[in-house]
Structures are given as structure tokens and as C-alpha cells.
């Protein structure tokens, strides 16, 4: 009777519930402590991944510092992840438990042992490539789908009047065939993906020393943001291309961008300007500014018909390439630090 009670004890251990962890942020501008966090459970329309990886964003350091789009302290933050499906909600039907995927937006944060995704921000990964490798796509298909589909004013950051406007290309299976000339402005923070050069960016403006990786993300011509004659050789490239200009994508977006992104559309008569950070307060009548916000339902599609065949096929790369911080949530808050101190032609990421 002792044996059989034992083997029924070890039996419930088994069966009963994971603990989660996450790296809360407590308040403001304070370091990240690893605690406890409930299990979450899904909406109908939800998944709960038991994350193998995060990835870092430039935005999660604003997040930390000014709490910006926190609506409930203490909290966890947090874009990008990778792992298994864990629990599937009642309504989802492309997922199963154990499925690989890659997910963006999670309801409470990625910095977490499990996370909830919703179903339309996920995607199966492909077993060839590593959560490592695939936690740096979500945030970008997400950005990039905005940058280059965004064609009418919305609101980028709620509660604050900045225009959410994008690029009026077209992403999808079909894009290669667009002709348009778009260029974009990296500098140290090329976070991009094959499918953003494939929807018509042809002109990067970098740092000298990632000519060669912007070229490996497909961009045609490269030049480098500190050459006194940039404006002059853009125009000319523009001149020479053979294709219709429409606009820039400033993943940059500070006071020296925006001189050079003014410049530019002023001599080719205006055009669209696509920034990550609130646009100048003051553009031409025949500019249309906005900021990127990178969460919109128009990448639902991308992400349910076109995120997981192109990276079999390799339409969409795994880039920039992970850097690995460390392995445990512990580690997060070091990475957000190397985030914040900058880093080039990478995106770091944490294993769990």
C-alpha cells in the first residue's frame, strides 16, 4: 500500500502545472527582478509558448527607462520569441501543442517562461533553422509589413497625435515585381529581412563597415551615411535606377536623418518618410510623414500565408544574426544594457 500511494504521488508531480518566471520591471527606470508569474492561459484566439529564446529591441530600453505603453506595474516586457506551443486556444486551428513557432506582440510581454502570442502574430518555424536564429524575425516582418502597406493616417502611439503612415508599396509572394524605388537608412542598426528589399528598397545608407551586410539583405546600391557628398550621389543613383521613387524609411530617425531625409525629398519633389520615432514636427506639403508603429492587423496575412514558406525558401532571412547574452532570465537585463549602449549589424538575444 506505502509503494502504490508513492508511484500515485509521482504520477500527480507529473501531470501537475509548469512554474513560470519572468523579468519584471518593477518601475521606471529600475533594474529587471526574476520572480515568480502566473501560468498564463489563452483566449480562444491565443497561444501559450514555453519560450527557447527573446530577442531585445532598441524600443524595450525605452520601455524600462520611461515605462512607456505600460498599463499595469509591476510588469513584463518584451516583443520577440521563439519555442514550443505549449496550450492552444479553443478557436486556433493552425497550431497544436509542440509546434515550433516564432511570435511577436505577446499579450504580457516576451520576458517570461511562458508567454502568451496571439495566433495571428505567430508562425510554425521551420525545423532547419534555431529558435536563436528565428527570434530576430517577428518584430521586423512586423515592421516591415507596416513600413511598406501602411497607406492611410492611423494612430501610431495611443494617446499622443503622431500619424502612423508607411511606404505605399505592396508585400506579399508577388512584390518582386513591383516596381519602385524605396531606400532606407540603417546606419549601426540594419535590422531588416529579405522580405523588406524584396518589396522594392534598393538603397541603403549604413555605416562603411556594413556595406557588405546590407548588400547579403539585398540592397542594390549602399552608401555611406558619413560621406559629404551623400545627398549628391543619392539623387544620382535615384536619377540612374530606372525606377519611381516614392519615399525613405529612416530606421534611424533623429535630427541628423531627418536633415539629410529632407534634403533628399526636397530635390526629387517630395515623397513619403517612414520613421521609427515621431517624424520632424515641420515637413513639406509634399512629404507625407509618419511614425512606424509595429503592431497592426494588416500583417495578419503575412503572417498566416507567408512568414513560414519563405523561410523555408529563404525569401525571408534570419537577420540581422543573434548574439547570445546568455541562457536564463537573468541574463535579460545585461542585454538590454548592450542594446542601450548600441550595437551594430546584430540582435541580441537571450536563451531560456
Known amino acids: 500500500m506505502l509503494l502504490l500511494l508513492s508511484v500515485v504521488g509521482n504520477h500527480k508531480d507529473k501531470l501537475a502545472a509548469p512554474k513560470n518566471q519572468a523579468a519584471w520591471l518593477t518601475k521606471p527606470g529600475t533594474p529587471l527582478q526574476v520572480s515568480a508569474a502566473p501560468l498564463p492561459k489563452p483566449s480562444p484566439s491565443e497561444l501559450v509558448v514555453k519560450n527557447a529564446a527573446v ?3 532598441p524600443l524595450d530600453s525605452h520601455v524600462q527607462d520611461i515605462g512607456v505603453f505600460i498599463q499595469q506595474w509591476p510588469a513584463i516586457f518584451g516583443c520577440d520569441v521563439a519555442g514550443e506551443v505549449y496550450e492552444v486556444g479553443a478557436d486556433v486551428q493552425r497550431f497544436n501543442k ?4 516564432i511570435g511577436g506582440h505577446p499579450q504580457d510581454g516576451a520576458y517570461a517562461l511562458y508567454t502568451v502570442v496571439p495566433a495571428n502574430k505567430a508562425a510554425i ?9 528565428g527570434v530576430v524575425v517577428p ?3 512586423e515592421t516591415a509589413v507596416c513600413v511598406l502597406s501602411l497607406k492611410e493616417p492611423g494612430v501610431a502611439i495611443p494617446g499622443v497625435f503622431t500619424p502612423a503612415l508607411g511606404l505605399p508599396a505592396v508585400l506579399g509572394q508577388n512584390s518582386h515585381r513591383v516596381r519602385r524605388l524605396v531606400f532606407r537608412r540603417l546606419h549601426d542598426d540594419p535590422a531588416s529581412d529579405g522580405s523588406w528589399t524584396a518589396a522594392g528598397i534598393h538603397i541603403s545608407i549604413v555605416g562603411a563597415h556594413n556595406f557588405d551586410f ?15 557628398s551623400l545627398v549628391n550621389k543619392i539623387i544620382e543613383a535615384v536619377g540612374t535606377s530606372g525606377h519611381e521613387f516614392i519615399g525613405i524609411f529612416d530606421a534611424i530617425a533623429t535630427p541628423n536623418t531627418y536633415a539629410h531625409d529632407l534634403e533628399i525629398l526636397a530635390k526629387l519633389g517630395g515623397g513619403h518618410l517612414a520613421c521609427v520615432h515621431p517624424p520632424p514636427a515641420d515637413v513639406p506639403a509634399n512629404v507625407k510623414a509618419g511614425m512606424i508603429f509595429a503592431v497592426n492587423d494588416i500583417a495578419t496575412p503575412v503572417w498566416k500565408d507567408y512568414v513560414t514558406p519563405a523561410l523555408e525558401a529563404g525569401k525571408i532571412q534570419c537577420l540581422p544574426p543573434p548574439t547570445v547574452v546568455g541562457k536564463g532570465l537573468e541574463y535579460i537585463q545585461e542585454a538590454l544594457k548592450k542594446s542601450k549602449a548600441g550595437v551594430s549589424a546584430t540582435k541580441l538575444v537571450v536563451e531560456l
Not at 98 to 101: I, L
Not at 214 to 228: E, I, L, N, Y
Open 55 to 57: 530577442a531585445i529591441n
Open 98 to 101: 509542440g509546434d515550433r513557432v
Open 125 to 133: 518555424l521551420p525545423d532547419a533553422i534555431s529558435f536563436t536564429d
Open 139 to 141: 518584430f521586423a516582418v
Open 214 to 228: 546590407s548588400r547579403r539583405c539585398g540592397a542594390a546600391q549602399v552608401f555611406d551615411h558619413k560621406d559629404p
